[in-house]
């Protein structure tokens, strides 16, 4: 740590939640091709203001396009959803996300949701955002955390692409452009305000 302003201070992380849903994705499912099918588990994630690709019951997309809709949409129906293709229920997936941080050295990091949704029992800190270091060395977590656009084609339920803009401005051309920064998560609620990681390389 080179520098720290309350690092250990107790937080929401809001959509940086999904650091950790999609290294626990790209652990558990090794075809990203495979197809998902969306149910009735993400109707509750689809409320007025809720950021979602407005997925439909009964959609499908691949296992990489919700990876891209998760990490560049920050859509919460999709971490739902890949949270019960993942492990059967979104409780089992959060204790899976849970005993990660506890293996990655997360001291005060708990889970309750896959998509950071605000609740008073899912919070993490600033150190415990480590959970980052850990999933850059994922070679498919980079290459989607990393890009700047990323376009899903009309599907079985919805007729037009949806394209997709990374909103972390660390990542894309810019005036905030980070030279070497190579994929992290931005994040928002009311109760968290703004969240935002990010990881670089300079000479490995």
Do not use: W
């Not at 060395?137 to 339920?157: H, L, M, R, S």
């Amino acid at each position: 740590v080179l520098f720290d302003k309350s690092m250990n201070e107790i937080r929401y992380p809001a959509s940086t939640t999904k650091v950790m849903t999609t290294l626990i994705i790209l652990e558990n499912i090794a075809d990203l091709n495979r197809n998902i099918t969306f149910t009735d588990i993400i109707l509750p994630d689809l409320a007025p203001g809720n950021s979602t690709i407005n997925a439909q019951v009964g959609e499908t997309l691949t296992v990489e396009q919700c990876l891209y809709a998760i990490m560049l949409a920050s859509a919460n129906e999709v971490c739902t959803q890949m949270a019960v293709e993942v492990a059967g229920s979104v409780e089992n997936f959060t204790a899976m996300m849970n005993a990660k941080a506890a293996e990655l050295g997360c001291s005060n990091t708990h889970f309750i949701n896959a998509n950071g949704l605000p609740d008073p029992n899912h919070y993490t800190t600033a150190y415990d955002l480590l959970i980052l270091r850990e999933a850059v060395k994922n070679e498919a977590f980079c290459k989607i955390a990393g890009a700047a656009k990323y376009t899903i084609p009309p599907t079985n339920k919805t007729s037009t692409p949806r394209n997709m803009e990374n909103h972390n401005e660390l990542l894309v051309d810019g005036e905030y452009h980070y030279d070497g920064a190579i994929a992290g998560k931005t994040g928002h609620t009311e109760a968290a305000r703004n969240t935002l990681v990010t990881a670089a390389s300079r000479e490995n």
